[in-house]
């Protein structure tokens, strides 16, 4: 579903849920059942249970203030503002594969990049000198290969990776932990309105949604959700970029962490998922090499090493195994256990297999399984 | 076998066999069918030959010059000079534990020493003002815990490791590659006589053996060899200290590597260790813990790391809705579905939350839930 009318019926529900907390889950049963969410609003409590939503639910969504949408909607100013249903063909689609994907998402900016082959940097807020520079040279090698920089707009090396795409005019995609009406921290004013230019700004909170700091987690699993992997640079111990790679690795992401001295209470953080078996790197090409040897579109112009300009690129055809899976699909829906049954595959490998297929439009996931698409 | 009397002929038989390139399994099929090493100079070629030695060892072994032997014997002027067959109660056992132990080694210094639990710390000759460092702290804590420092003398990393130790007053083993009448370097002929006094100075080179580049290798696998495990403290990517780490993870001992900044070029040996799988330490305490089990294995005295008193403690302070969550977590184990009704929290959220609050040690995941950990 595309919202295209930013006022439909349609919008307004969408909008409506972004105050309510319903999962991902349950919203895919229910569209099992009935084809718009305008139908959400006009169920009963009893059908909503019925469902699997909590007790309450009907009440929760009648509750909705109508005053409070007319501002939300306000917001919905221009043509780069957008919303984004998980049911979207503009919704990124790395980002619906993981387990506790965003019903919605809100978007300031270019869309488009949302669906472009996206690497995150994450790190400390305060980085040392030496931390700084590699945000800063690790972004704009990996933007300069065409990965979009993904981070979450804080300060110090979040921000450092932003600014050095912007710099080269490359894109950016920056996740806000709050809403999008306003930009935090403030000191990014001006950075994210060239991220609004030259990329985008995506958040799950609802318009008028303030610092709050258990959202930076929830912001964080969508950083690494939508990344092929993420890149921690300097972070301590206990900290949010910790918690953003173990969400990556979680969602069968890549990791990456740059080494330090250990006398560094910064590289800590890398040195413990280190020792967790996340991929020490010392240069991005090794990123891209990681991720362009995973990657079925290695052929492709995207993630190209600078160095290798003159590499010979030959046609568009699929790796053996990629090619031996699909064949394991059927145009109709072909389950999960049905395809690690034909191909004698780990279930590990074969949903990460299907997750670039399918990101590469050779196969859709559908309710049940997936779909073989005609090439 | 130990060897009391230095002019026996069994002495006289090791000695000249330190002339000889024979192998140590070759050697334990002869002693499969002989009780003396004084017996392999009575045999025929036709019976060398029979037990697997290669054509023309008897000419070797008739060839050794008398007067080659008297000046190897003449080395032997005081009682902490000593030769140990591979047969000898007083040979390493770990060292003898290796596919390619030495069929001898020559000891200066306190032979007791050898048979110690060994941690080898090998590196650049010309590390940065932080390697030296490191070199020398992490020395000195595996030192006070028990361990013999052994290294190969040369200058640079093994020269500090050597010298953190004896400043202490606790022993070290230095492992040369050339025969025990010379040192090299000359640079540290005053250490060589400390570590006499302190520690061994080990060598399977026959007396006289100069300075041979092909001998460092073979002088490496004694260093892994006679170790529990080999920490690399800084090292370029070709280097002799990688040798010594692969040697060590072929003999299967541990290999410890200490990580750096990407800009350091001394850091690049150790990434790559640890890109193989080469344990990151930051500490010596984690080495002193790793290895702790494999001391425990051999019924002998434990490594005892120091108390770290210094230890900083990294300071989280809990939201007021992460307080409130963990009060809804038993210290017996309690379910995602307990916490999520307890709470009335969307299960995203809460699974967000908690990892957060297991990341900073509140609660411990387990089978079935969670648990609250004592603060």
């Known amino acids: 579903m595309n919202i295209k009318n930013i006022d439909s019926p349609e919008m307004r529900s969408w909008l409506a849920l972004s105050h309510v907390n319903i999962s991902i889950s349950k919203l895919q049963h229910f569209f099992e059942n009935y084809s718009s969410i305008t139908d959400l609003f006009e169920l009963s409590e009893k059908q909503l249970q019925s469902l699997g939503f909590r007790q309450g639910l009907k009440e929760k969504l009648g509750s909705i203030d109508d005053a409070r949408l007319e501002q939300d909607l306000a917001w919905f100013d221009s043509e780069n503002k957008h919303l984004l249903p998980y049911t979207s063909h503009d919704y990124p689609p790395l980002l619906r594969e993981i387990d506790s994907a965003p019903k919605i998402l809100f978007v300031h900016g270019q869309k488009e990049v949302l669906k472009q082959h996206q690497i995150a940097i994450v790190g400390s807020r305060n980085p040392t000198p030496q931390g700084k520079d590699n945000a800063i040279e690790f972004a704009r090698t990996l933007g300069k290969a065409g990965a979009v920089i993904t981070s979450g707009l804080a300060l110090g090396v979040d921000g450092f990776a932003h600014q050095s795409v912007l710099d080269k005019g490359l894109p950016t995609i920056a996740v806000a932990g709050t809403g999008l009406d306003r ?3 403030a ?3 001006t ?3 060239k991220i609004v230019e030259n ?5 799950e909170f609802a318009i008028g949604t303030g610092v709050r700091a258990t959202h930076f987690p929830a912001r964080n699993r969508i950083i690494s959700g939508m990344s092929l992997g993420t890149l921690v640079v300097e972070a301590a111990v206990k900290s949010g970029s910790l918690i953003t790679a173990r969400l990556a690795m979680e ?3 890549e990791v990456f962490a740059i080494p330090g001295s250990i006398h560094n209470p910064l590289a800590r953080g890398c040195h413990a998922l280190i020792k967790q078996g996340v991929k020490l790197v010392e240069t991005a090409e ?3 090499e990681e991720l362009s040897a995973l990657a079925i579109w290695q052929n492709e112009s995207l993630l190209q090493p600078e160095k290798d300009t003159n590499k010979a690129v030959e046609g568009f055809t699929l790796d053996k195994e990629y090619q031996e899976l699909i064949e394991h699909i059927d145009y109709d829906t072909t389950s999960m256990d049905c395809i690690v049954e034909r191909t004698g595959l780990e279930i590990d490998v074969v949903s990460h297999m ?4 399918e990101l ?3 196969i859709v996931s559908v309710a049940g399984g997936y779909q073989r698409r005609s090439s």
């Open 183 to 185: 930009v935090y921290p």
């Open 187 to 189: 000191r990014h004013k």
């Open 191 to 193: 950075m994210a309105q």
């Open 199 to 203: 990329g985008a700004l995506v958040s």
């Open 251 to 253: 969602q069968g992401r």
């Open 286 to 288: 090794e990123i891209i």
């Open 354 to 357: 299907l997750l670039l297929l």
């Open 360 to 362: 590469n439009d050779h």
